[in-house]
């Protein structure tokens, strides 16, 4: 597909999320990027406006259809907004263009807020990436086209919008369905609107010496850490019924298995953890239950078997002609009862990021941030560059006994960690 005036629908994961959306779950999360000098705010507009014609599946705005919501191209520009105590909150469309993400600028930090119907981490980081080139080209300083940043002269692959869940879909195929009860945290709600944050910084050498003494990857040794962090906040917690099963989702990207350049959504969680009911645990016995689970969960067949029901049902020539209106009350509640439930909570690893050197002099650190969610109030991310690790927690709640439990178990591993001061934003 060129740059084009052409509709094109909601990829399979994609239509989820306007049917789901509410001020409570605006289903937002936030990349940001924050450079070695202040955010020069015209250039960065030259940019943005340079660099959304590339990229036809982000410069869109959405529309309610008979059957399903599609996507339709915005012939506006994004704006870029002073940023403000309000990451990851319910983008108004008006006030913006119509754009489902929005850009923000703060002295040296630009952050963008993504409607998660557009794309996930990785179709996402590469439009910041090539944002950043552009805004560097702006300034005099060539940069090379390559660390996954577009050419923005360059017409779209047609395979980078593509609808790869179908590509692959192989018909629909069974999977277990029956899981436990889980635990969710409680706490004292922030008021309305409000998310605290809080990130640590951990050194990449010290954390890839910890790791492969144990024999795992990053993610499992990190998903491994909140898992056990949350069965110690359990324990701490007086129970008058059975232990509840801790399980994580840990987003897999499934371009490293099944080949796509697709920039749209091509992502399936994975759900490792452990059932206290069965005993107690040390962080030993944690750490090898999630590192099976993720090596097993984390193969062609059991990941394809897991979206396979999303697909079938989505190419259902009966499910297809049900009103929209419809659709939406069922993947409410699907959602309600099958989505966040089934979670004690959210670890999200974008994994290293990668720019050409010309570049790397002049950009300090990314972050990447989870929107609120009224199920888990409390929320992991990370994502690592320049020999440094950002594990970002946002909460909804006021107690911070989860990152204190966390953060304090890399310490007593002899792994350094350097927090940054709590701040309180609007969502």
Sequence with gaps: MKKSDAWFKLDTAGNLYPAIESLHYPAIFRLSATLKETVDVPRLEKAAAVTVERFPSLKVRIRRGLFWFYL???????EIWPDNPYPCRRIPRKQNNDYLFRIFFKNTTISIDFFHALADGYGCIVFLKTLLAEYFKLAGIPIPTENGILDTEADPDPE????????????KRKRPVKEPKVYHISGSKLPQGVLMAVTGEVPLPELLKKTRSYGVSITEYISAV????????????????????IRLSVPVNLRNMFPSKTLRNFSQFIKPGINPDLGDYSFEETLHQVHHAIRYEKSKKYLSAVWSSHVSMELNPVIRVVPLF?????????????GENRFSGTFSNLGPIDIPEAMQEHVDHFDLVLGPNPINPVNCSGVSYDNKLRITFGRTIKETGLEHLFFTHFIKEGIPVTIESDTAAGV
Aim: charged share 20%; glycine share 2%; hydrophobic share 35%.
């Design 326 to 338: 419809m659709k939406n009350l069922v993947m409410n509640i699907i959602f309600n009862y099958f």
């Design 72 to 78: 339709e191209p915005n012939p506006l520009y994004p």
């Design 160 to 171: 980078e919008l593509e609808n790869a869940f179908i590509r692959y879909y192989k018909g």
């Design 226 to 245: 909140l898992t056990y962090s949350l069965y110690q906040l359990q324990e701490q917690e007086p129970h008058l019924f059975r232990k509840k099963a």
